[in-house]
T-cell receptor, first 115, second 115 residues
Framework: AQKVTQAQTEISVVEKEDVTLDCVYE???????LFWYKQPPSGELVFLIR??????QNEISGRYSWNFQKSTSSFNFTITASQVVDSAVYFC????????????FGGGTRLMVKP | GAVVSQHPSWVICKSGTSVKIECRSL??????MFWYRQFPKQSLMLMAT?????????EQGVEKDKFLINHASLTLSTLTVTSAHPEDSSFYIC???????????FGQGTRLTVV
């Protein structure tokens, strides 16, 4: 069975601070895919990143960066110089396939960035 | 523009009535769509996999007779919550796999409130 754990339910930071959202996963599959989604108050899910289990390279996209560590089964997400618009719920998710069929979501982390 | 359109965005219904939620794939044909449910301040849980032209596949604990899924065309899947009860109040969101990168696109979600 697959499981995704986001230990931080809520994080509050002040604008311009860096913040890291933790994600730990469990799976018996040797090939799997990890995702991060952003859910703003409006509710829709915004795709942020997809990473396969064979690619442990860290990725940076603007103020966002991701650290995939297979040894600790973690896929953490860092926002540098946070902004108020980053306030949302962030979900880490796991799928056995590349496309994101039948995603297993973590509990989500609510990030509040205060001005 | 939107890739997946979900309708309605929100609905309030009386206990005992049925509610139909539509999920339309706007940009590509989808033989498979997914329905997720999100209770307040909780994560998204996969309810069922909607298969075009055949029966849906339900996750454990999801009543197939209560949550009727119809996927009659390659661009439309409907979820009908029958005999709705207050405990069915939730955020229902669908996803479609598609695009050049074969990724999951989510609808805007439907917030159902049963009174």
């Amino acid at each position: 069975a697959q499981k995704v754990t986001q230990a931080q339910t809520e994080i509050s930071v002040v604008e311009k601070e860096d913040v890291t959202l933790d994600c730990v996963y469990e799976t018996r599959d040797t090939t799997y895919y990890l995702f991060w989604y952003k859910q703003p108050p409006s509710g829709e899910l915004v795709f942020l990143i997809r990473r396969n289990s064979f690619d442990e390279q860290n990725e940076i996209s603007g103020r966002y960066s991701w650290n995939f560590q297979k040894s600790t089964s973690s896929f953490n997400f860092t926002i540098t110089a946070s902004q108020v618009v980053d306030s949302a719920v962030y979900f880490c998710a796991l799928s056995a396939d590349n496309a994101g069929n039948m995603l297993t979501f973590g509990g989500g982390t609510r990030l509040m960035v205060k001005p | 523009g939107a890739v997946v359109s979900q309708h309605p965005s929100w609905v309030i219904c009386k206990s005992g009535t049925s509610v139909k939620i539509e999920c339309r794939s706007l940009d590509f044909q989808a033989t498979t769509m997914f329905w997720y449910r999100q209770f307040p301040k909780q994560s998204l849980m996969l309810m069922a996999t909607s298969n075009e032209g055949s029966k849906a596949t339900y996750e454990q604990g999801v009543e197939k007779d209560k949550f009727l899924i119809n996927h009659a065309s390659l661009t439309l899947s409907t979820l009908t919550v029958t005999s709705a009860h207050p405990e069915d109040s939730s955020f229902y969101i669908c996803s479609v796999i598609g695009g050049v990168m074969a990724e999951a696109f989510f609808g805007q979600g439907t917030r159902l409130t049963v009174v």
